[in-house]
């Protein structure tokens, strides 16, 4: 489930940096299995990918140790 809601954050925000007119390529790229596609598509649009994940990553963590501890 974590792995999940991590992903879900992740490109959630990513969407933001694509071009409306790349939205659907994007969520037909996201449906599909391929990790690596989804990451060279965007590329043009994350300037630094890899730090923009672990920052969302990092994100939702800290969303859902907050919410654990509130429970």
């Known amino acids: ?7 879900s954050r992740v490109l959630f925000e990513a969407k933001k ?3 409306t007119e790349k ?5 037909a790229l996201v449906e599909g299995s391929d990790v ?4 060279r598509f965007l ?4 300037a630094n990918l890899p ?5 969302e990553a990092q994100k939702e963590i800290e969303r859902i140790r907050a ?4 429970g």
């Open 1 to 7: 489930q974590l792995m999940e809601n991590i992903s």
């Open 17 to 19: 940096a694509v071009p």
């Open 23 to 27: 939205q659907t390529e994007f969520n």
């Open 36 to 39: 690596s596609a989804v990451e």
């Open 43 to 46: 590329s043009p649009y994350i």
């Open 51 to 55: 730090a923009f994940v672990q920052s």
């Open 67 to 70: 919410y654990m501890r509130e």
